[in-house]
C-alpha cells in the first residue's frame, strides 16, 4: 500500500513525503486490516492534510481481489473517518489521464511520470507512485473551472 502527500497553493504544488506500507502476508485478514489503519491513521497525525484521494474500486475479473482491495479501501476509510477527514475518490481512468495524458497507461509509465513531475532521481516504489498520481489527481482537479452557461 503506498500513501504520499502533495502541498499545493491553489496553482503550484509539491511532494510533501511518500511512503511504501508492506504487510506481512503471514498476518491474518483483521491483523492486515489493522496495520493498513493504524499507518494511515499515523499518516494523517504526522501531516494533517486537509482531504484524503483515493482511487475508486474499478471492475476487474478477479473477484477475489475485488474483496481485498474494497477491505483495504475501507480500513483507510475508516482512519479518516475517525479523523473527520473528507474523503475524495477518483477513477483509475482519471488519475491516469491527469499524471500522463494517458488514461491507459500501465503502472511503469505512471512511475516515470511521477518520477519526472517530482524531479525525483529514482521512480518510486509502484504503489506510492499509485498514491501520488491519485493526490497529483486531486490537486489538479482543484483548479479546474467549469464554465457555467
Not at 4 to 14: D, H, K, P
Not at 46 to 73: H, Q, T, Y
Not at 122 to 134: R, Y
Request: charged content about 25%; overall charge positive; aromatic content about 6%.
Amino acid at each position: 500500500m503506498g500513501m504520499g502527500v502533495l502541498e499545493s497553493n491553489g496553482r503550484n504544488y509539491e511532494l510533501v513525503a511518500f511512503e511504501s506500507v508492506s504487510i506481512s502476508r503471514n498476518l491474518s485478514l483483521p491483523e492486515k486490516l489493522k496495520k493498513i489503519n493504524d499507518s494511515v491513521r499515523s499518516y494523517i497525525e504526522r501531516f494533517a492534510p486537509n482531504v484524503m484521494a483515493l482511487e475508486s474500486v474499478f471492475f476487474g475479473k478477479n473477484v477475489d481481489s475485488l474483496v481485498r482491495i474494497g477491505e483495504a479501501r475501507a480500513s483507510a476509510m475508516l482512519a479518516a473517518a475517525e479523523s473527520k477527514l473528507e474523503v475524495v475518490e477518483y477513477s483509475p481512468a482519471r488519475v491516469k489521464e491527469a499524471v500522463s495524458g494517458n488514461g491507459r497507461a500501465s503502472k511503469i509509465q505512471i512511475q516515470q511520470m511521477v518520477k519526472h513531475r517530482f524531479r525525483m532521481e529514482t521512480p518510486p516504489p509502484t504503489d506510492a507512485a499509485d498514491a501520488l498520481a491519485v493526490a497529483l489527481c486531486h490537486v489538479q482537479s482543484q483548479n479546474v473551472r467549469i464554465p457555467v452557461g
